[in-house]
């Protein structure tokens, strides 16, 4: 019996089953006090084990990520955006969006909410476990220009293919040089060619994509050819939170004052 024990306890180790190694023991003294059987015990083992991998699985996801911030689509204010389609944002919180290789673009004016949205589908796709990659736009092409420069290029651009989920944010808010421009087109068209999802936040009409593409109308229509090919666009139209805060702040000031004013 003590053979088949040290066994066990070599071969949780050999797999790298730590976590069943550390409560092989304790499980062993509860199954022979409640009589489990043999399927019962592997099955305790088994599911302490996969439980734990799946919690290093999101962990590494969510630090892969590189979120700015963590935000979850529970958390969105639909009651300060009306706008904003609630039915449409869980259908695409169900994430069949990222098996499907849609690409979800999300416009409007700067403080809608866009990129709490972009995080929160990003966030729920890194708790299942599957890697999703943020960046901005400007960050984006100032890591693949000083890769091109270094001969980096061909790695770094397999890299932006790989995640099942990509979210550019902030696209158009800073414009881009021709050869920024054209490495942005190419992770486009990388991952079109994958059919893999893609989530882009934008202050920029389509009809303004040329100034993104730096004036290059040619290519922000290949572009936009490959996004909207399989997509799903959202336009937020509202005061930005933070100006909603301002105001709110403002009628607060005013009825303070009204209040101070002398009567009469």
Not at 30 to 40: F, L, N, P, V
Not at 57 to 62: D, G, P, T
Not at 64 to 89: C, H, N, S, T, W
Not at 191 to 203: D, F, M, W
Request: hydrophobic share 40%.
């Amino acid at each position: 019996m003590r053979l088949y024990e040290e066994l066990a306890k070599t071969g949780l180790e050999d797999l790298k089953m730590m976590t069943a190694l550390e409560t092989l023991d304790t499980a062993s003294q509860e199954a022979a006090a409640g009589g489990w059987s043999y399927t019962h015990f592997l099955g305790y083992l088994l599911d302490g084990e996969l439980k734990a991998r799946h919690r290093l699985r999101v962990k590494m996801s969510l630090q892969f990520a590189r979120f700015p911030y963590l935000k979850r689509i529970e958390d969105f204010d639909y009651g300060a955006q009306p706008a904003v389609d609630r039915r449409l944002i869980e259908e695409l919180h169900t994430l069949r969006f990222v098996d499907e290789g849609r690409n979800i673009i999300f416009l409007g004016p700067p403080g809608v909410g866009k990129t709490h949205l972009a995080i929160g589908l990003g966030v729920a796709l890194a708790e299942e476990g599957r890697r999703v990659y943020f960046t901005t736009a400007i960050d984006l092409a100032t890591r693949l220009s000083k890769a091109l420069h270094e001969n980096r290029l061909p790695r770094i651009m397999k890299n932006l293919t790989r995640p099942k989920l990509l979210i550019i944010d902030e696209v158009g808010y800073l414009k881009l040089d021709k050869v920024q421009a054209s490495l942005l087109f190419q992770v486009i068209s990388g991952r079109y060619e994958l059919e893999s999802a893609t989530v882009i936040t934008s202050n920029k009409a389509f009809g303004e994509w040329g100034d993104v593409f730096a004036e290059d109308a040619v290519m922000a229509s290949a572009a936009l050819d490959r996004l909207l090919h399989r997509s799903t666009v959202l336009k937020i139209n509202g005061d930005s939170y933070r100006m909603m805060e301002k105001k709110k702040a403002g009628v607060k000031l005013a009825n303070e004052e009204s209040k101070k004013a002398p009567k009469g």
